[in-house]
């Protein structure tokens, strides 16, 4: 058995999908007989037949219906490999890795990457969500070709920064805490002498830049998912949070 063509896998699945010969040569822009001579050649390669033709429009028969899956398999394949191949050659990457601070919205990170693989399909993408300030360190060490951070602090020399949008950050306590039973709008005077929660990490022992710290006294969490500070929020052991952010 010798193997079959790409062109004559083409040829097998555009019968199936058009419903018979007639329709086939139409979609493909060639003669009937072509396309009967494609599928025979199939045929006789396979040591099966294909489809049955007692009927007007010929139908898939047992062997066909069974390859099917992998002549679908096989052109996905090879059009796969052309999508590489031609991206490659355009100059697109590869594979893009983003690396996402643990605070970023992740719906405006989903619609972009949405949009990404609609225009790039052929461009793998590698997307890791990490702690905080591990997303600039990512880009400078070289491990990922973007970074996506709050209040970024780079290094013009070495990063281009882009804003791409802002979210809006709050200040919060617990509701039996002092700071709870002031009225009206809250001043840096009001948070100085109350123990702040500072979400926080330590990379290569470096401390995370301060981000919307107002208090004198601080605990600082490790803690990107934000269970800890909330839980220790709620036993009032503190405030938490900068107030607002530019991402």
Known sequence: MSDPSVEQLRVFLAVVEAGSFSAAARALGRAQSAVTYAVQGLEAEAGV???????????LSEAGRALLPCVQAI??????FHAVAGGLSAGLEAE??????????MSRLVGALSELQGRYPSVQTRIEVESL????????DGRADMGLVISPEVEPDQILARPVGEIALVVVAAPGHPLAALSGPLHPEDLRDHLQLVVSSRTDGERTPDRG?????????????????????????GQHAPAHCRG
């Open 213 to 237: 710290v107002a208090a004198r006294r601080t605990w600082r969490l490790a803690d990107p998912g934000g269970q800890a500070v909330h839980a220790a929020g709620r036993a009032r052991l």
């Open 75 to 80: 052109l996905g394949a090879v059009d796969g």
């Open 49 to 59: 037949q294909l489809f049955d033709r007692s009927a007007y429009r010929p139908v």
């Open 96 to 105: 893009l890795t983003v690396v996402v601070e643990a605070m970023f919205p």
């Open 133 to 140: 300030d591990a997303a600039r360190r990512a880009v400078l």
